[in-house]
């Protein structure tokens, strides 16, 4: 599998436009909102930027997980699909077995002497056939069915791999969602601190107030050390 860089993640969460503010140095952020020279700084005190490097491994992660959920969900759909077969070609032996044994009935009926033995062999036979008939319909029914609902619990089992997958993709969204929400906290204080000086801010709609740093494991975005 291809390695995922952190411009991957910005490109699938539609966030390109924002990468700026994923720059390691606070002073950069703050140009991306037209602070300069004291606001600059303002905003840069005490303001940690995105570890970049712990969302690209959560999101490895989550795709290892995905692989994992699907590799073990087919592994399981084969060996139903193997084990389904080898009941049906079980069963079809034994109907040859069956039919085998009434053949052996039906010569020893017409080696018997006169019309009798060989109307009763010629009934066994046809009773036989028709026996057997059945039973090989039968088998193919069950196995059809059977395959049709393992072919059913497979792509229930995908969807609630992908579904899984979704979630754990929408939180590690929502993990950069919530740092440029705190951004544009920030910037808003330093903002208000100076409304007269230089620099214009310009949000993204993601709202104000400090964001909460979700977390998957133990792992926080906003850490400079990270254990995962």
């Known amino acids: 599998m291809e390695e995922t860089t952190f411009e991957d993640l910005l490109k699938r969460f539609n966030l390109e436009n924002r990468s700026a503010l994923f720059s390691d140095d606070p002073e ?3 140009e991306f909102f037209g602070f300069g020279g004291k606001l600059a700084k303002d905003f840069s005190f005490a303001f940690q930027p995105f570890n970049k490097q712990t969302a690209v491994d959560l999101f490895d992660e989550v795709n290892k997980r995905r692989d994992t959920r699907l590799n073990f969900l087919n592994r399981g759909t084969e060996l139903a699909g193997q084990n389904l077969q080898s009941q049906f070609d079980t069963g079809f ?3 040859g077995r069956n039919l085998e044994s009434a ?9 018997q002497s006169g019309f009798s033995g060989f109307g009763a062999g010629q009934r066994i036979a046809r ?3 028709d026996l057997a008939g059945e039973s090989i319909q039968d088998l193919m029914g069950r196995r059809d069915r059977g395959f049709a609902n393992i072919d059913l619990r ?30 544009e906290a920030q910037a808003r204080r330093i903002k208000q601190l100076d409304p007269f000086a230089s620099g214009t801010f310009v949000s993204s709609g993601g709202g104000s107030g400090a964001a909460s740093g979700m977390q998957l494991g133990t792992t926080n975005v906003y850490d400079s050390s990270v254990s995962v």
């Open 28 to 30: 950069k952020i703050a």
């Open 93 to 95: 032996r034994n109907v």
């Open 103 to 111: 053949y052996g009935q039906v010569r020893t009926a017409t080696g």
């Open 127 to 129: 009773e036989s056939r």
């Open 154 to 183: 497979q792509d229930q089992g995908v969807f609630n791999v992908e579904r899984q997958f979704g979630t754990e993709v929408a939180a590690i969204s929502k993990l950069l969602q919530d740092y440029i929400t705190r951004a």
